[in-house]
DNA sequence: ATATTAAAGGATATTTTTGTCCTTTATAAA
DNA sequence: TTTATAAAGGACAAAAATATCCTTTAATAT
């Protein structure tokens, strides 16, 4: 559904957005800890997060990456769609050139549908949202 | 969403489903043509499929690839586990080795019914329905 | 029987994704 | 101002997915 790097893309920004304190910051070890991921790769991919500007950094002792916009207003799909691109929001599910209704695939009706069910998900989850069960201990982000 | 390889599958399958009198044959060059599939991969997930049960061969002259089950009673959820496996219909959205109501992650509850919205599509999408459809001309297999 | 056809199978190549390592740059504390 | 810290960046490595090539096997037609 999501490549490796989306998941832990999402992951990590679950966790940071999860971290008490709006603006508190916290490194490429605590993250990769916390959400089970390689160290290095976690690195690009925080990187890629910050240049989408979803996410800061700060160089230096006391460092780290930490979220700058109300967490309540950014959504899931902006993470999914500044990592993974918009294939998974628009592409053929069977792999036609363009998904269209003029030109549709076998599945393009009912694919459609679940598309948009994913694509609604996605675009109406807050981090916030996804964050507080993290904070309630209703869901976990490791395991 | 699928893999390459499996979108070449259920593609195959519905080719296949879809030519004229229940058990005619066509080959490998056909199906990849009819599909726009790279030939020699094509013949490696032919192979699969009919080991998985789902398409049957034969060698030589006028041989080639066929269905013997009733096309009515072949589901596309039965292709897609067959090539890319379960992990589409049971995975965790966010990489957690093991989707669960007890332990999970934080999209669990709102990727569930998307995730079931998908399965349930595919569980009750029939190779004839979509192949009917190929036949009309109401749908595509390529470009 | 022999030749031809077409799938099966094995080995290998290419590309993409995932992952690591090391150096450089920016920031802050001492 | 020096040192420590932590992210940024570049080069490289490993693994997985995608793709090709060539030989072998089975079936048919001549
Ligand atoms: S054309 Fe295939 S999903 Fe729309
Ligand atoms: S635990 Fe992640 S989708 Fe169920």
Known sequence: MFSKTCKYAINAMIYVASLPGGN??????DISKAI??????TAKILQQLVKSDLLH???????GFYIHRDTHQI???EIVQAI???LIFTGCAL???KCSEDHPCPVHHK?????????????????????????????????
Do not use: Y
Request: net charge negative; aromatic share 6%; charged share 25%.
């Open 57 to 63: 950094s700060m160089k230096g002792p006391n460092g």
């Open 84 to 86: 993974d691109g918009d």
């Open 111 to 143: 694919f459609k549908a679940v598309r948009d069910h994913l694509t609604g998900m996605l675009m109406t989850t807050s981090l916030k949202d996804v964050a507080d069960s993290v904070n309630v201990g209703s869901s976990f982000l490791k395991i």
């Open 24 to 29: 508190e910051r916290s490194g490429l070890k």
């Open 75 to 77: 959504f899931l799909s």
């Open 36 to 41: 089970n991921s390689p160290e290095a790769f």
């Open 95 to 97: 792999g036609l050139e």
